[in-house]
């Protein structure tokens, strides 16, 4: 049996939806921040729109299908008052990023980096973009009429859309929708600058397609004028699977994502200049419902396309960072890794220290087997192609790929596909969990012995958001760790098998039971006159009965921190509530995304790592590991590391009982940017 929590009804909880939305609240703080370089800024504009996007599918539609669905009016009161008050904080916010894409403009301007209108065009310009069009555009159009249709046609939400009002010669009017196809073409096009002046000049496809629109039906219309209005939908993410993990589930999950492009729309995000006659009649043929979300904004949507803002001058982009060096002297990985363990921190150390041994378990005679799970993976993975490779070099290969990555399905698919045809054993998953740990298992024959190299971490394998996600890595030939971690990849081959764990905890076995059983020992300390605190750091706490051990700590009068970068529904800095506890955010150059967990523990600290967020999904429906930091070296590293975020008084916000999201004051102090002081500190230990 897994391990069943009893979850008090009557704990005070922020509502994990305002609070995500309190963390979008965090990233649009970081493009009014002008010492922000301005095409960062630019970029954390299109991070803050594909976050909102993700929070409609994901989030809002969960909240959505509760209130379509509940069975006493009460409840349904309940959900409904949440949606108004998600639409509510959602308009504000939007107004609010409203103004600081128009001063991010500004701002670029100064720069002479401009972003212009169809209006603006010079006459050179004009002609440039009147031949573009025709040459690359105008073959990518496929635009359809509406107003004799009854139903839209199946629209993809990945798209943006031009609802388009038409006025022919003879007064009659005629509406049409049309796809931009920024899927084949770029959404920022660079054209001509004005003569004689020094600048950078890009205009969007949007407005490419505007200044050109009547040539778009000239050949069929007797078109009098034309005018565009963007809109988009936001689809329900959700995924309907059986619980039974065989073969053919490859098949299944392409047929759910087949339905999901299919899923009814929760929000239609819409230029506020649109027509009323022309909006009505987009949300009649998308067959909105009384629980979906309208969001008017501006003339531009899919601003997430800004997070590929170019940038042409390193002087308007934060410096690169150049990741500290990880890869092992002559004596190669497996001699590195013996001699001691050895703890990463992305992206501050080279990724290629994971790419590296698994290139080198590839090919090394004495390495009869590869374990690995496998959740998000980049486009060109170095990963995969070394346990291809292993494949070809007669090693046993074991890969956990979980189809379920929610966005990644289809990338999982692929990879999945591509493992299992190189003679891979590809593992989907165990039933009704998801498995979201970050092992790797490589068995070596040694001296006639078989011993474990294993890696247990905080992220995923992937290159690409390695060199931005924030994650720690520890690799060891420690035996027991590396029987763990075998155990592992066991009961997910085999889940009816319970096996004994010496080091880690595991959910949905034993994770929470560790968890709330380490708080207890603080709260039963602390009740004693004893000193007690924890540490954690975490993406997400939402968990119910976490979050109540948590106040019970605090009655208690443990010393709690707590650094979270996105939902935290503990009610913060409350007087009887949440006294001794204390929490701050992170949003910086970097995504803040290890787990730390750290307790005091009479003194002989207790700390620990891991793959899971105190979220009840990670905690009791998904395969995650917890892993002790047993080098005193480490522990110390890792606590340093913790401190120096805990001291940011430049990115950190306090998450207070509103989630006001307060910068730190600086109070006199020095100012410390902690992933900047990381940095530093890090360096200065691999120098040494």
Request: aromatic residues 10%; proline residues 4%.
């Amino acid at each position: 049996m897994y391990y069943k929590p009893s979850i008090p009804n009557d704990i005070p909880l922020y509502p994990k939806e305002l609070s995500w939305l309190s963390f979008n609240e965090r990233v649009l703080q970081e493009v009014e921040d002008e010492t922000v370089p301005i095409i960062d800024r630019v970029r954390f504009l299109g991070i803050f729109s594909n976050n909102l996007d993700e929070f409609f599918r994901v989030r809002v539609a969960d909240v959505r299908r509760l209130a379509a669905f509940a069975g006493a009016e009460q409840e349904k009161r309940h959900f409904a008052k949440l949606l108004g008050q998600i639409n509510e904080r959602v308009l504000r916010l939007q107004r609010r990023y409203a103004r600081a894409y128009a001063k991010a403009l500004a701002d670029l301007d100064k720069h002479n980096i401009h972003v212009v209108r169809e209006t603006t065009l010079t006459e050179h310009q004009r002609t440039f973009v009147e031949e573009y069009f025709h040459r690359e555009v105008l073959p990518e159009l496929e635009p359809f009429f509406i107003d004799d249709l009854d139903t839209m046609p199946l629209l993809n939400e990945a798209s943006i859309y031009f609802a388009i009002f038409l006025r022919l010669k003879d007064g009659i009017q005629r509406y049409a929708a049309m796809e931009i196809p920024t899927n084949t073409l770029s959404r920022f096009v660079v054209i001509p600058p004005r003569e004689g002046m020094r600048e950078k000049v890009y205009i969007v496809l949007d407005n490419i397609i505007r200044a050109c629109l009547v040539e778009v039906f000239r050949q069929v219309l007797p078109i009098r004028s034309a005018k565009a209005y963007m809109f988009k939908i936001s689809r329900d993410a959700e995924l309907e699977l059986g619980e039974q993990i065989t073969q053919n589930l490859v098949d299944r999950m392409e047929k759910s994502l087949k339905r999901r492009k299919r899923a009814d729309p929760v929000r239609l995000a819409y230029d506020a200049e649109m027509p009323e006659v022309l909006l009505n009649m987009v949300k009649k043929k998308l067959k909105m419902g009384r629980y979906d979300t309208y969001t008017p904004g501006g003339r531009y949507h899919n601003s997430k396309d800004l997070m590929k803002f170019p940038a042409d001058s390193g002087s308007y982009i934060y410096k690169p960072l150049l990741p500290l060096p990880t890869l092992p002297g002559k004596g190669g990985a497996f001699a590195h890794i013996r001699s001691a363990d050895r703890l990463y921190y992305y992206p501050y150390h080279d990724f290629r220290v994971i790419t590296n041994l698994l290139a080198s378990a590839a090919i090394d005679p004495q390495v009869r087997e590869i374990r690995i799970n496998l959740y998000r993976v980049s486009k060109n993975s170095r990963v995969v192609a070394a346990l291809i490779n292993a494949v070809r070099n007669n090693k046993k290969v074991i890969a956990v790929v979980e189809l379920r990555a929610r966005f990644d399905e289809l990338a999982n698919i692929h990879w999945s596909k591509e493992l299992f045809d190189a003679g891979v054993e590809v593992i989907y998953g165990v039933p009704g969990l998801k498995v979201h740990c970050k092992l790797i298992s490589i068995l070596r024959r040694e001296q006639g012995k078989d011993r474990f190299y294993s890696h247990l971490g905080t992220g995923n394998f992937n290159e690409s958001t390695a060199r931005i996600y924030c994650d720690f890595s520890l690799l060891t030939n420690n035996q027991e760790l590396g029987q763990d971690v075998y155990n592992v990849f066991e009961f997910i081959r085999r889940t009816r098998r319970r096996p004994v764990f010496q080091h880690i905890a595991v959910s949905p076995l034993t994770n929470r039971a560790a968890l709330l059983g380490a708080i207890d020992r603080e709260i039963e300390a602390a009740q004693r006159g004893d000193r007690a605190e924890l540490f954690f750091k975490c993406n997400n706490l939402v968990d119910s009965q976490v979050v109540d051990r948590l106040y019970s700590a605090s009655a208690a009068g443990v010393k709690v921190r707590i650094i979270v970068r996105s939902m935290c529904t503990l009610v913060c800095e409350t007087a009887g509530l949440s006294d001794n506890i204390h929490v701050v955010s992170l949003v910086d150059k970097f995504l803040e995304h290890a787990r730390v967990y750290i307790f005091y523990n009479g003194g002989e600290e207790v700390m620990w790592l891991s793959s899971a967020d105190l979220m009840t999904r990670n905690l009791d429906h998904r395969v995650e590991v917890t892993f002790p930091i047993m080098n005193t070296d480490h522990r110390e590293t890792i606590r340093k590391i913790l401190e120096l975020q805990w001291s940011d008084n430049q990115k950190a916000r306090i998450v207070d009982a509103s989630q006001s999201n307060t910068k730190i004051a600086n109070s006199g102090k020095k100012n410390c940017r902690s992933q900047d002081a990381i940095y530093r500190y890090l360096k200065k230990q691999s120098d040494a």
